[in-house]
């Protein structure tokens, strides 16, 4: 389903332009008003993880990144200052919750950060993640909504949900048309994080067929990713997202 609402309804709103924090940084019940880059690894290959890695460096943000699988180049990531790496089970592939966190928590110790693989949640789940030390929550989507903040999710704390803003597959093929040029000025105030997946971008096609028949099913020959590249897509938006930020100090 199409929807004709997008950031276009924000246009002339207070600019924030700062991707400074990961999620890890945020605390429950501060407004805050800027924006925190997010991606889903959804089995991607490192090679093609590190495309994105480069262009979010370039540009001095920093940003989590959701980790589906035991990576070389993730795990240097979690070692990093600028760049957080959570967690991103699939649920979808097996139902046994504990074992899927307990072996993405052994490829990432340090991770406190998680997203279900297609939103998969629910209360179970969520008392889980407290259980297991994650602290922080991004499963919930709230797109285009102003005024969002963390919140905590149970009444004695110990997990901290944090929605998100906006999304590439979302934006893409929810929107008619999409909005390839995300300004950063133009959002409204309130927290806004952005959703990315590696793979959309390195393969920066607007072609939602060509992603189900040919991306998707096999995200690991990245010579054939590559060819697919189209000319305008999640790295376009990526990218002008990125260019209207103001550098973090490092
Ligand atoms: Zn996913």
Known sequence: MKTESGLGIFRGRAATIKAWKTIRDLRPDIPYDEIVLTFDVDGAPDEVIQYTVDL????????????????????????????????????????????????????????????????????????????????????????????????WRFTRGGLILVPYFWEDGHALWYLDPPEYHLDPAAF??????????????????????????????????????RALRGERGAATMLRSLLSGLTKSPR
């Open 188 to 225: 409204p105030t309130g927290l806004k994080v952005c959703n990315f997946h590696p793979v959309l971008v390195f393969t920066n096609t607007s072609d939602y067929r060509l992603y189900e028949q040919r991306i998707r099913p096999d995200t690991k020959d990245v010579a054939a990713l």
């Open 56 to 151: 979010v460096r370039e540009h001095g943000a920093r940003a989590t990144f959701f980790a589906t699988h035991a990576s070389p180049l993730l795990r240097d990531l979690a070692e990093s200052r600028d760049l957080e790496v959570g967690i991103h089970p699939n649920y979808f592939s097996s139902t046994d919750f504990e074992r899927q966190v307990d072996e993405l928590m052994a490829c990432y110790p340090r991770a406190t950060s998680i997203r279900g693989h297609g939103l998969y949640i629910s209360t179970a789940i969520q008392a889980l993640y407290a259980a297991k030390g994650i602290t922080h929550c991004v499963d919930a989507i709230l797109p285009y909504h102003p005024g969002l903040r963390p919140v």
